[in-house]
């Protein structure tokens, strides 16, 4: 079985930062890409980033300039680091990956979530 365990997030003012971290734990032959969503009240959960096994990155407009994500494959982590936050990226983030438990069965996870509040 695998698991993906968030944490980081919490309440910031605007201007400031966050990190999260994701770790996969479980039986795992390979992750290939991860990556982070959000969902705010009210709207539908949407991409923030994702970054491929290669280290391929993407980002949502939104987020670009201000948001990073990576990860260590060694530890089957990965990253966000948050800056100059505003209140509008004020959501629920989940992490998600695409993982391999042997060469031929893959599956999609998901977090569990975390809070991230951005308020003065």
């Known amino acids: 079985q695998v698991q993906l365990r968030e944490s980081g997030g919490g309440s910031v003012q605007p201007g400031g930062s966050l990190g999260l971290s994701c770790a996969a734990s479980?039986?795992?032959?390979?992750?290939?890409?991860m990556g982070w969503y959000r969902q705010a009240p009210g709207k539908e959960r949407e991409l923030v980033a994702s970054?491929?096994?290669?280290?391929?990155?993407n980002y949502a407009d939104s987020v670009k300039g201000r948001f990073t994500i990576s990860r260590d494959n060694a530890k089957n982590t990965v990253y966000l680091q948050m800056n100059s936050l505003k209140s509008e990226d004020t959501a629920v983030y989940f992490c998600?990956?695409?993982?391999?438990?042997?060469?031929?069965?893959?599956?999609?996870?998901w977090g569990q979530g975390t809070q991230v509040t951005v308020s003065s």
């Open positions: 998600n990956a695409v993982i391999h438990t042997d060469p031929r069965l893959w599956g999609v996870y």
């Open positions: 479980g039986i795992i032959f390979s992750i290939n890409d």
């Open positions: 970054i491929t096994s290669g280290g391929t990155i």
